[in-house]
């Protein structure tokens, strides 16, 4: 059995056993082509290539699990969260959480003063209101799609703004 036949015979295989693993199917896909790139420099070494489902097979759930060990390590608290919760592992005292936290949201309320109104007025009506997208609809007398989208540029631009004033990028 050649490369080619293997992929043709196997790729599904692979691709299922990530998936299973992730319950992602874009790190799935990744995975795929990195297990078929490991097992293409490695092709030559194998001894029993009748056994290659199973080796593919362990190589993919092998690449999975590091996978979401990496996600793990890097996962991303939404930034309303990481302010209103000071970390137990955090090396500021509660008081310097308090100033940066002031600070910040004095960042918030200027960036938010910057948007154009229609966006402006989406982004308080969540916040502020804690509105649902489909009662910041109904309110404004605007489409869901329509509030679902100003929310969204709302949130990239002050987020946009925050990170690099800060230059924090992502809060892990």
Same mark, same amino acid.
């Given at each position: 059995?050649?490369?080619?036949?293997?992929?043709?015979?196997?790729?599904?295989?692979?691709?299922?056993?990530?998936?299973?693993?992730?319950?992602?199917?874009?790190?799935?896909?990744?995975?795929?082509?990195?297990?078929?790139?490991?097992?293409?420099?490695?092709?030559?070494?194998?001894?029993?290539?009748?056994?290659?489902?199973?080796?593919?097979?362990?190589?993919?759930?092998?690449?999975?699990?590091?996978?979401?060990?990496?996600?793990?390590?890097?996962?991303?608290?939404?930034?309303?969260? #990481?302010?209103?919760?000071?970390?137990?592992?955090?090396?500021?005292?509660?008081?310097?959480?308090?100033?940066?936290?002031?600070?910040?949201?004095?960042?918030?309320?200027?960036?938010?003063?910057?948007?154009?109104?229609?966006?402006?007025?989406?982004?308080?009506?969540?916040?502020?209101?804690?509105?649902?997208?489909?009662?910041?609809?109904?309110?404004? +007398?605007?489409?869901?799609?329509?509030?679902?989208?100003?929310?969204?540029?709302?949130?990239? #631009?002050?987020?946009?703004?925050?990170?690099?004033?800060? +230059?924090?990028?992502?809060?892990?």
């Amino acid at each position: 059995m050649d490369f080619r036949d293997m992929y043709e015979q196997f790729y599904q295989r692979v691709y299922y056993t990530a998936l299973k693993v992730t319950r992602d199917a874009c790190a799935a896909e990744d995975i795929l082509q990195e297990t078929f790139m490991k097992a293409h420099e490695k092709w030559e070494e194998i001894r029993d290539q009748g056994k290659a489902g199973a080796w593919l097979a362990t190589i993919a759930h092998r690449k999975a699990i590091d996978y979401l060990r990496k996600e793990k390590r890097t996962q991303v608290v939404p930034l309303e969260e #990481a302010l209103t919760q000071p970390s137990k592992e955090s090396p500021f005292s509660e008081v310097e959480h308090t100033c940066v936290l002031h600070q910040m949201e004095e960042g918030i309320r200027k960036r938010v003063g910057l948007l154009s109104p229609k966006l402006r007025d989406v982004f308080q009506l969540h916040v502020t209101r804690q509105m649902s997208e489909g009662e910041i609809a109904q309110e404004l +007398n605007i489409s869901l799609s329509a509030a679902k989208s100003r929310l969204h540029r709302a949130r990239k #631009a002050v987020k946009g703004k925050m990170t690099e004033e800060w +230059n924090f990028g992502e809060i892990a």
